[in-house]
């Protein structure tokens, strides 16, 4: 992405402030947390332009990754799943941006702070899940989901891998708009909590 013109000179605005942590003072903290806060809007921002530039990715599959994330988040929505569900359906590939190997812990650790915690583990976990309906093909274990069973969301994950994610590859489905989510990705991006 190219920076923006707050990017580029955030971190050049101020004088008044330190230059090393260790001669920082409290009241230094306080501006830098005031305009933290401020700026989190810029979160939901961040996960919206890296979700719009899946798009570029399709990798040798019928749709690209964008649209993929798009149905997977539309059958959780007309499955009658919650906000967090959702918006974590949506993302749920979201590392694929930086790197295809690791991208579910990628994904998760975005998630991590505004979600509960069965829904960003749901998301760590979904390539063993849908290791069932290809693994076969690449030398892998298809049973790979068995380790996590008797985890509290094991059946979330089910749902989200055999249900939504692994059928999400559709050009024919009428599946919703990024425009659609977007209030709800605003309103779960909105207030992390320290992890
Ligand atoms: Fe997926």
Redesign the pocket.
């Known amino acids: 992405m190219t920076p923006t013109p707050a990017d580029t000179t955030a971190h050049t605005t101020s004088g008044s402030t330190f230059t090393r942590m260790d001669e920082s003072t409290a009241e230094q903290w306080g501006v830098i947390a005031t305009a933290t806060i401020e700026h989190q809007p810029r979160v939901a921002a961040r996960v919206l332009e890296m979700l719009r530039a899946l798009a570029s990715i399709t990798d040798g599959f019928a749709v690209d990754q964008l649209t993929?994330s798009l149905q997977?988040a539309t059958l959780a929505e007309r499955a009658g799943a919650d906000t967090e569900v959702v918006v974590a359906s949506l993302c749920?590939?979201i590392g694929k941006f930086v790197s295809v190997a690791n991208h579910p812990r990628i994904a998760a650790e975005i998630l991590r702070p505004y979600v509960r915690d069965e829904v960003r583990w749901m998301i760590e976990v979904?390539q063993d899940f849908?290791g069932k309906h290809y693994f076969h093909h690449l030398g892998g274990d298809p049973a790979a989901r068995d380790k996590h069973r008797g985890h509290e969301a094991y059946a979330l994950a089910e749902q989200f891998a055999d249900e939504w994610?692994q059928i999400?590859f559709d050009p024919s489905y009428d599946t919703l708009p990024l425009e659609h989510f977007e209030a709800r990705v605003r309103e779960v991006f909105a207030n992390g909590r320290l992890v």
């Open positions: 993929h997977t749920h590939d979904h849908q994610d999400a």
